[in-house]
């Protein structure tokens, strides 16, 4: 359990931040301020979420995706970061693990996740 | 101006660049007596009482928790509840804490010694080997690192300050302090 000054440095932190419920299998498609020089755009990054570690405003989200010449690229994000100014849940996995690093051994169509159907 | 602190503990924010915090609360004191800008004041901790401190808290007219008595640099005039406000303005501090105390500590972890092989027929693993020369200078030199207390000494350090919570008494400092959470030190406003 947290000290409760710290949880309420934190809480005042995450305050105001809309950040959707997921889990490890979901693909995410974040939107990630980045400046350059004066200049500030957004880029959006696209990938399966392989591991949500840490709390508070420590909490990171392991983005994986398949880019240029099938190499894998995985970037942390934390989570509540000023730079993260949006996260939207694409598609729902299935899985039966919290974390999924065995998808790094894994290439092509057996590095696929089922959609989760209700 | 000084205040009696305890480190409640570490956090980060979410800014870009995240920069790591500490997290200090500064503890309830009364000024109990002041003379050209240093005060005799009085805090509560434990519940250590005897007749010395009862006859202090009926001078002072304290109540009977303030068992604790510190000479500190303060922006009162006169007695009473403690000014925070200097802290409020303050923009660096500097943090008054002991370090973590260790122990009697070998030289490698106290000075950083190599230390020797472990396996293969060494005899020599994790002990200092020779500490001198020979008939000349026929002494130690002064300051040769060796093993011995390491950790719990007086360590000052200076940092800025990201925000004060006046209502709750949390002081946030940017950046890390000495000694465990739950340590009391004293914080000092530089500027």
Not at chain 1, 24 to 49: F, H, M, P, W
Not at chain 1, 87 to 112: D, M, P, Q, S
Not at chain 2, 86 to 95: D, R
Request: hydrophobic content about 35%; aromatic content about 6%; glycine content about 12%.
């Amino acid at each position: 359990m947290k000290n409760k000054y710290i949880e309420n440095f934190e809480k005042a932190q995450m305050a105001g931040k809309n950040i959707p419920e997921f889990r490890a299998g979901d693909t995410l498609r974040l939107a990630v301020s980045i400046t350059e020089g004066d200049k500030t755009r957004i880029q959006n990054y696209e990938g399966i979420c392989i591991s949500l570690r840490g709390e508070g405003t420590g909490k990171t989200v392991n983005v994986r995706k398949i880019g240029a010449n099938g190499i894998g690229i995985e970037r942390v994000f934390p989570l509540y970061s000023e730079s993260l100014q949006e996260i939207t849940v694409v598609r729902r996995g299935r899985v039966r693990r919290a974390k999924l690093f065995y998808l790094r051994n894994l290439a092509g169509k057996a590095a696929r996740i089922k959609e989760l159907r209700n | 101006m000084e205040y009696i602190v305890e480190k409640i503990g570490m956090s980060r924010t979410v800014s870009v660049p995240s920069k790591p915090v500490t997290l200090l609360k500064v503890i309830e004191t009364k000024v109990c007596e002041v003379k050209d800008g240093t005060a005799v004041v009085a805090y509560s901790q434990g519940k250590n009482k005897n007749k010395s401190i009862e006859g202090q808290q009926k001078k002072y007219a304290l109540p009977s928790d303030f068992n604790c008595f510190a000479t500190l640099e303060v922006a009162n005039s006169e007695a009473g509840d403690l000014d925070l406000a200097p802290l409020a303005s303050a923009q660096v501090v500097k943090a008054v804490f002991n370090t973590k105390g260790r122990g009697f500590t070998g030289v490698m972890k106290r000075w950083n010694f190599q230390g020797g092989p472990a396996a293969h027929g060494h005899r020599f693993h994790r002990t200092s080997g020779s500490i001198g020369n020979r008939e000349w200078p026929g002494k130690v030199q002064k300051g040769r690192k060796m093993s011995g207390q390491y950790g719990n000494e007086q360590v000052t350090v200076k940092n800025s300050v990201l925000s004060f919570d006046a209502e709750n008494g949390v002081l946030v400092l940017v950046g890390s302090i000495p000694g465990p959470n739950g340590a009391q030190g004293r914080v000092k406003v530089v500027k």
